[in-house]
């Protein structure tokens, strides 16, 4: 379990400009990296399309993860934005999760986009610490 995930401003801000680029759309994406912090993120497409929920394209995730591989970096998190809300993962996020890494939320709550992060076992969804650094 991981319990704190470290990430660069520059990742926040282009986590931040990738999603609102897509909004009202979800988007979707990796994060890769060392011992819990990110050195890298990976946008993937959402083959759903929709405001409300997000499906990775499948060949663009493998290619993605072909990367992750090819750079000895570990998947740390995958992350996906609630243009509407809510901050938190939903009960689909958490049925759905299939990869034991932090499930990162960018959500759009009163025009701000925040960042946060879960650990999702057993049904149930734990808040992570993201450290945002310079
Ligand atoms: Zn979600």
């Known amino acids: 379990m991981i319990l704190e995930l470290t990430l660069a401003s520059e990742h926040f801000h282009e986590i931040v400009y990738h999603v609102k680029a897509h909004a009202p ?5 990796l994060l890769a990296g ?6 890298k993120v990976l946008f993937v497409q959402n ?3 929709s405001p409300v929920r997000f499906v990775m394209d499948p060949q663009e995730q493998l290619k993605a993860f072909d990367w992750i591989d090819s750079n000895e970096l570990d998947l740390l998190g995958i992350f996906h ?10 009960p ?3 049925a759905e999760a299939a990869y034991d890494v932090v499930h990162v ?3 759009r709550i ?3 986009w925040n960042l946060r992060g879960f650990w999702i076992e057993d049904g149930k969804a734990k808040e992570v610490t ?3 650094v310079d």
């Open 25 to 29: 759309l979800e988007s979707c994406g």
């Open 34 to 39: 060392k011992n819990n912090r990110v050195e």
């Open 47 to 49: 083959q759903a399309q």
């Open 81 to 90: 934005s609630h243009p509407a809300g809510p901050e938190t993962v939903s």
């Open 92 to 94: 689909t996020d958490i």
């Open 105 to 107: 939320i960018c959500s």
């Open 110 to 112: 009163d025009g701000q």
């Open 130 to 132: 993201l450290q945002i």
